[in-house]
């Protein structure tokens, strides 16, 4: 059985959205417990990001290449990006 928590009002500790973070270039991660609906809160994100044509969001998750010694991920995971709000090739 899974269930998933919609995250709502993620801000940081200034009280500024993961979007004005975004238009300030500031970096941020979310940490919270596994299965709790952080990748499809980015998701989420990243198709409601290219809305805005000033942005292309590429979604990139590093989780299936912990393994993979440095040179391999980069050339390896380019490959697999996903980039939000383009056709596929």
Do not use: W
């Not at 009002?9 to 500031?26: A, S």
């Not at 940490?31 to 409601?48: L, N």
């Not at 993979?68 to 995971?77: A, G, I, V």
Request: overall charge neutral; hydrophobic content about 35%; charged content about 20%.
């Amino acid at each position: 059985m899974s269930y998933h928590i919609k995250l709502e009002n993620v801000v940081n500790t200034k009280n500024q959205d993961i979007k004005t973070m975004v238009d300030l270039g500031r970096y941020f991660s979310i940490f919270a417990p596994r299965e709790s609906g952080k990748t499809t809160f980015f998701e989420g994100f990243c198709h409601e990001l290219v809305k805005d044509t000033a942005y292309v969001a590429i979604l990139l998750s590093f989780q299936d290449y912990k393994n993979l010694n440095s040179q391999r991920s980069l050339s390896t995971t380019g490959k697999q990006a996903d980039v939000c709000g383009l056709p596929e090739a």
